[in-house]
């Protein structure tokens, strides 16, 4: 079989811009039904035989995300205050994108997470809507990206989950002693702990191998392909349609329009820095919370003075960030918690917004240990160990076989101050603008920060840790979970897209990726990026047959 | 969510992958000499700075229980940090090192370098520069070069992990620890 190479100057069907958690989704799925197709995609092609456990490489290097130093990053916590350079978010930079180094957490939303305006009503300094769509609706495509995708977990085993109408289509992974200690002691507190569902294969599934449990998941891409990556589940089966070319190293800087308001192609750096525009006859935006409205920010024209598809003037907006503490502990005996996959038990006991709290929010905590060996030493230890000498060395010496860690993944309210936007004095390596973020938490996402860690301390306590140690309560680190800037809705005043990602101002112009999230849900927001590019696909895909694009 | 990573992730941005190539490639030729029993050349450090970094380095991760950064050779890695991937490094080094001289000389008169001071007056000394931003700068180095991967020139024959038990192996089987083993309770 020949990989399909196109043109650029061949008018394709579709050029999806991103190959990442929702690019992947969308090639394989507009490719499958009989599209040409071309992805661009920032950052190369790797592949499981350049993937290593080199934890500077990839846990303290930027090794699969974005380098600051090529494409630089301001942040700033609001508006009145000078932007400086600093990593606030990250993302995978390769094909696969983020699919191929996160720690492959994979959880449906709730029912409620849908329509928590309805049951909650406004929340003061928030935007708190409802998406424009239900769960009901979403249901068959989290089934369909569970089977394509390939999750483990058990169905029915968490109470609080919605209902879904297939099983996962692989068991449970082997459970770890962080794991037996969080569900013996979470039972005990009249709690529901239940298996986490993972992108990750128990069993040999459609061709890849099961997980051989080496322990490097975050940060890193797997070996063994049983990480189920868009690179290697629905990638693949993209190109092997021969009408999907994935072109790595192609670095979007504008969506280009022509007179009738109408998207016809993008322009991109190849690599060595030669502009190329590649035509089609529509878009998809796939490139991520942060990326997609800095592109559309970049396509001014005198049609669209403000960016494309940003008549609300709502492009940027709405930035949700990844919140959630890490609550460590500290056991008698060696859990050696550095094998295998990083958690594998969860709680959604906490996971609903509760009135009675006095404020929004709700999350999921999860036993789990995500240090690999010198960020342990340097970052994980209690804040009364001393930082060098005898003291210091046994510490870590002793403490990293047997610390076990809660980590709560908590709820980011959507507030219209908290932004992307195009910082007018810092550039990138290719002299595009830098992504300035503002962002400052709403004040209940950070009580609800610490209503959880509360919560972890005690389950901690119950699973018999000889010494706990935790973040502060106001702590808001790297954002890795890109959500909000281009908002779904069906009133095109207050939203930049309609439930299927097509943009309310350009017709042939989608944007399909955590950009368009209402709220945040509790965080883990793969499964509802690829359910979303699922259902958005495949209403692509009868407009493009009938001609309406 | 890893605000605990994120300091790492400021100090160590200088990254290409060239950088780790490079460094990689300075690894293997230090472990073939001496495997081959020459001595080890420095890439960048002089002499002077690599005696007194090895000495502050011992006091970091001493040997006292076990290898310690002597044995690991973190100086090693150091040396390769600055001549690849952490370049930017340099000046911090060069700055911190004279900042440290200074503190020397005031706190032992006596003394010409850090070689003529005890173990506990170095302790003293470090001590005295634990705010001093090069320290950090330092002493994430030396932790790398006890716990990073041996190619980068520390860790070496694994001693870092080795000490912490880690067992670097491409893939293991449950039970991994003691509360999934067998009689202790693992989940049904």
């Not at chain 1, 809507?129 to 483990?152: H, M, Q, V």
């Amino acid at each position: 079989m020949t990989k399909a190479r196109f043109r650029p100057s061949e008018e394709v069907d579709f050029v999806v811009i991103g190959a990442g958690a929702s690019g992947g989704v969308m090639a394989k799925e507009l490719a499958s039904a009989g599209f040409r197709v071309v992805v661009l995609e920032q950052g190369p092609y790797l592949d499981e035989s350049s993937f290593t456990h080199d934890e500077l490489k990839y846990a303290i290097q930027p090794g699969l995300t974005n380098d600051p130093n090529l494409q630089p990053i301001t942040y700033r916590k609001a508006e009145r205050e000078p932007a400086v350079r600093k990593k606030a978010v990250e993302y995978g930079r390769q094909v696969g994108g983020g699919s191929v180094h996160f720690t492959a957490n994979y959880w449906r939303f709730h029912e409620s997470d849908f329509h928590e305006h309805d049951l909650l009503g406004d929340v003061a300094g928030a935007s708190l809507a409802n998406w424009p769509i239900s769960y009901r609706e979403l249901e068959p495509f989290y089934t369909k990206a569970e089977y394509e995708i390939g999750i483990s977990g058990l169905a029915g085993a968490n109470p609080f989950e919605a209902p879904r109408s297939k099983p996962y289509p692989l068991p449970p992974m082997p459970v770890k002693s962080s794991g037996v200690l969080f569900e013996r002691a979470t039972r005990k507190m009249g709690l529901h702990p239940f298996p986490a569902p993972v992108a990750v294969l128990s069993q040999p599934y459609r061709g890849r191998a099961a997980c051989v449990h080496c322990g490097f998941c975050e940060s890193f891409g797997c070996e063994m392909q049983a990480k189920s990556s868009t690179l290697v589940s629905v990638i693949p089966i993209a190109e092997k349609t021969g009408r999907c070319e994935i072109r790595p190293n192609s670095y979007v800087r504008r969506i280009e329009t022509n007179a009738r308001g109408k998207v016809t192609g993008a322009v991109y750096f190849e690599q060595g820095g030669n502009q190329v525009l590649q035509r089609a006859k529509a878009v998809v935006v796939c490139a991520n919370g942060v990326e997609s409205a800095k592109l559309l920010l970049l396509s001014t024209s005198n049609q669209f003075p403000d960016g494309l598809a940003n008549s609300s003037g709502l492009v940027g907006k709405y930035l949700m960030w990844d919140l959630g503490l890490l609550a460590e502990g500290l056991f008698e005996h060696q859990a050696n918690e550095y094998k295998s996959i990083q958690v594998t038990r969860l709680i959604h006991d906490y996971y609903a917004s509760d009135p009675k709290r006095g404020f929004y929010g709700g999350g999921g905590i999860d036993a789990r240990f995500d240090f690999y060996p010198a960020g342990f030493a340097l970052n994980g230890l209690p804040p009364d160990t001393p930082k060098w000498g005898l003291e210091f060395k046994k510490t870590f010496g002793h403490y990293y076989t047997r610390t076990i860690s809660l980590l709560s993944h908590t709820s980011s309210l959507a507030v219209e101050s908290n932004t992307v936007t195009l910082d007018a004095n810092v550039k990138d390596a290719w002299g595009l603008p830098a992504v300035c973020i503002t962002y400052t938490p709403h004040p209940d996402d950070i009580a609800t920060q610490g209503w959880m860690m509360r919560r972890q301390r005690e389950i901690l306590e119950a699973m018999g840790a000889k010494k706990i140690w935790g973040d502060p309560d106001d702590a808001v680190g790297t954002s890795r979970h890109l959500m909000g800037t281009c908002r779904m809705g069906k009133d095109p005043a207050k939203s930049v897209v309609d439930s299927f990602g097509r943009s309310h101002d350009v017709p042939n112009l989608f944007i399909v990726d955590g950009s368009n999230f209402v709220t945040s849900a509790r965080q883990q927001p793969t499964a509802t990026i690829q359910a979303l590019a699922y259902r958005a696909a495949d209403h692509m895909v009868k407009l493009a047959k009938a001609g309406d694009l | 969510m890893l605000t605990r990573r994120e300091w790492i992730l400021g100090s160590f941005s200088a990254l290409v992958a060239s950088g780790v190539l490079d460094a990689q490639q300075h690894a293997f030729e230090a472990v073939r000499a001496i495997a081959e029993g020459h001595s080890v050349a420095f890439a960048y450090l002089d002499a002077a700075a690599a005696r007194t970094l090895s000495a502050l380095a011992a006091e970091i991760i001493p040997s006292d229980d076990g290898p310690g950064a002597t044995e690991a050779g973190a100086v090693y890695f150091i040396d390769r940090a600055l001549a690849t991937f952490d370049g930017d490094k340099r000046e911090s080094y060069r700055q911190g090192l004279s900042r440290m001289e200074v503190a020397r000389a005031k706190l032992f008169p006596a003394s010409a370098g850090i070689d003529d001071l005890t173990r506990e007056q170095r302790q003293e000394l470090i001590r005295g520069l634990e705010k001093d931003e090069f320290f950090e700068v330092l002493r994430t180095h030396v932790v790398l070069g006890f716990l990073a991967n041996p190619e980068y020139g520390g860790n070496r024959d694994q001693a870092g992990w080795k000490y912490i038990e880690f067992d670097d192996q491409m893939g293991y089987q449950p039970p991994f620890g003691y509360y999934d083993g067998p009689g202790n309770g693992e989940a049904k």
